[in-house]
């Protein structure tokens, strides 16, 4: 594919996400919010098996967009279908998304990483292009909440490794969490307060630590090996 082409195509790309971003961006916020919840989940209820394709499509849009937080999306998805099957519906929206955002990055490579978040920002992480860092990153970051891996998914495509590997490391890594949040919609629903609180504040606390050392986490990745 020439040069020109790829740059088009990746302008468009580009194009789509933003687009995305912007319309969805106010009705991601308000999903943070527990009235906004209530009510969201008796529209999904309403709309039946359609429902579990809102929730899995809105999964596939937060690793897409990758600032955008998963959280609300998991504890909704415990409320609806409980522990089991909300984080089923979530994990496997997180395939599906990461196999998507995988296969764009390694067919169009750096330079379209570089116009979605910046060159200096690419390059400071390019350690991450070694195989072998980049399976102890993705398992570390992706197990604890709160640490730096939004743009994660995205180098994977540009590094060494495949992609059914990517998957099965992030998929085990952000397995508990999911279950986590799914277990604390299921509470909520089931009214049992004390389960869902001590599930928050847990919570609150792994991942204000997960970003409170979150760099020192990656410097000690980045050191692996030298």
């Not at 990461?98 to 764009?104: A, D, H, R």
């Not at 978040?117 to 860092?133: M, P, R, T, V, W």
């Not at 570390?140 to 891996?149: A, E, R």
């Not at 986590?180 to 928050?200: D, H, K, L, P």
């Amino acid at each position: 594919m020439k040069t020109g082409t790829k740059v088009i195509i990746g302008v468009i790309v580009i194009a789509l996400v933003a687009a995305a971003t912007a319309l969805l961006w106010p009705f991601m916020k308000e999903l943070s919010d527990p009235v906004y919840q209530a009510q969201f989940k008796a529209w999904i209820s309403a709309l039946g098996v359609w429902g579990v394709l809102v929730l899995f499509g809105l999964q596939i849009v937060q690793i897409v967009i990758a600032f955008i937080p998963g959280g609300p999306v998991e504890v909704i998805s415990g409320m609806l279908y409980g522990t089991w099957g909300g984080a089923l519906i979530c994990l496997v929206g997180c395939a599906v998304a990461t196999s998507l955002v995988f296969t764009i990055s390694r067919r169009f490579g750096k330079p379209l990483l570089y116009k979605f978040f910046g060159k200096e920002k690419i390059d400071n992480l390019a350690f991450l292009q070694d195989s072998k860092k980049i399976e102890t990153v993705a398992f570390v970051l992706f197990l604890i909440p709160g640490t730096p891996k939004d743009m994660l998914t995205y180098i994977s495509g540009v590094s060494g490794i495949s992609l059914p590997k990517f998957l099965i490391i992030t998929l085990i890594a952000r397995a508990p969490a999911t279950l986590v949040s799914a277990m604390a919609g299921e509470s909520m629903m089931q009214g049992q307060w004390a389960v869902t609180i001590t599930i928050f504040v847990v919570a609150a606390i792994i991942g204000l630590l997960g970003i409170r050392y979150g760099d020192r986490v990656m410097n000690y990745c980045r050191n692996l090996g030298r």
